[in-house]
DNA sequence: AGGGCATGTGTACGAGCGTACACAGCGCTG
DNA sequence: CAGCGCTGTGTACGCTCGTACACATGCCCT
C-alpha cells in the first residue's frame, strides 16, 4: 500500500467520527446508520469505527450526548430564560419557536435520538441525565413538579408538531406552559 | 410439491399478517420488522407478505392503524372519560394508569409505531388522525385548543416515563392535567 | 363453460450488514 | 534502545435483507 495515504495519530478521529454519526442520522435517520455508512461520511476506514464503538448503540450514546450538549448551549444562549425578571411560559415558547424556525432538520434528529431510547436500554440513562438537567434548570425558577411539567409539556408539543407535519403555534404553546406555570405560583 | 400443504383462498390473510407485524414490533422493535420476520411469525410464505404489502411502510401504516383501534377500544370502554359528572383528570391518569399497570409492553409498542412518524411521511397522517381523534373525544368535556394540550401533556408524561425508566406517577398526573383543564373552566 | 385476473408460492440475485482477524505503525515504559 | 500495547488498516466470511420473477390456483364475470 501506498504508505503516504496513510493517516496516522488522529486524535480528533474519535470526536470526527460521531460527528459524522450526527450527519448520517440527521439525513438518512437511525435506520441508515451503520458502521459503513458512518465509515464513509468520517472519511476513515471501516474498522476505525468499529475499533472506537464496538456497538452501534454506543455510538449512538455519544451522538446522543453531543446532541444534547448542542441544545443545552441554545439554551444558555438564551437570556431569557435564566433572566428572573422575564416570563417564563414567554421564553420558552420563543425557544421552541427559535428552534423551529432555524432548523427544524435539528429538531427533528435531536428527537429521533432522544426517542431511540424507547427501545435501546443503553440510551435511557442518557435521556434521562437531559430530562433532569433541563429540569433542574427550570426548577430554579419555578419548582421540581412544575420542572417536570414544563419538560413534559414542552415534549409532547414538539412531538406534536412533527409527528403530525403541523407548524409550531408559539401563542397556543405559551397558553398552555402559562397554564402549567399558572398554578403553581410561578 | 404436496398440494396439501398448499393454503389457498385464506381470506384473513392480510390482517393475519398485520397481527404478526405487531407481534414482531412487540418483541424485537420497529428495527427488527423485515418481510420475512414477518411471514415466519405469520407463517406465511415470504412472497405473500411482499404481495399484500409492497413496501414496510404500508405494513407499518396498517400495523399502526390497528393499534389505534386498540387504544381507542380502551379508551370507549372507560366511562369515566365519557362521564359528564366524572373529573375528567382524574379520569385521564386514572386511564393512563391502566395502561402502564396492565401491559407497559403495548404502551412501548404503540409509542414506538407511533413516534416513527417522525421520520416516515407515510405514517404521518395516521399519527394525525389519532391525534384528532383523540383531541375530539376530549373536546366533547371541555375545548378544541384545551383538548389539544391534553393529548400533548399524556404524549409528554407518558415519553419520559417510558424514556427514562421510571415509574408512572398517577398524582402527579393527575395535578399537571387539572393545572391545564383549571384555566380553562373545564 | 371458459378465460381473465387477483391471489398465492418458491427461488434466486445482488447489496449491505456486523463481525472477526491478521498485520502495520509508533509512543511509552522500563 | 528494545519491546509491549494501543491505535489504525484492509479484507474476508456468513448472514439477512428487499426485490424480482416465473409459475400455480381458482373465483368471477361473461
Known amino acids: 500500500m501506498a504508505a503516504g495515504a496513510v493517516r496516522r495519530y488522529d486524535p480528533g478521529r474519535r470526536e470526527r467520527i460521531v460527528d459524522a454519526a450526527i450527519r448520517v442520522v440527521a439525513r438518512k435517520g437511525i435506520a441508515g446508520l451503520s458502521h459503513r455508512s458512518v465509515a464513509a461520511e468520517a472519511d476513515v476506514p471501516l474498522g476505525s469505527t468499529t475499533y472506537h464503538f464496538k456497538t452501534l448503540d454506543d455510538l449512538l450514546v455519544a451522538a446522543l450526548r453531543r446532541a444534547n450538549e448542542g441544545f443545552a448551549a441554545q439554551i444558555a444562549r438564551s437570556p431569557a430564560v435564566a ?93 398552555i406552559l402559562r397554564r402549567v406555570l399558572g398554578a403553581a405560583g410561578g
Open 83 to 175: 433572566d428572573p425578571e422575564a416570563d417564563l411560559a414567554t421564553a420558552l415558547a420563543g425557544l421552541l419557536g427559535e428552534v423551529f424556525a432555524a432548523d427544524r432538520g435539528r429538531a427533528e434528529l435531536e428527537y429521533e435520538l432522544y426517542l431511540a431510547a424507547l427501545r435501546r436500554p443503553a440510551l435511557r440513562p442518557v435521556a434521562a441525565e437531559w430530562c433532569e438537567a433541563m429540569a433542574g434548570i427550570l426548577a430554579d425558577r419555578t419548582d421540581p413538579v412544575t420542572a417536570r411539567a414544563l419538560v413534559a409539556v414542552m415534549d409532547g408539543i414538539c412531538l406534536q408538531v412533527l409527528l403530525t407535519d403541523t407548524e409550531y403555534d408559539e401563542p397556543y404553546t405559551r397558553e
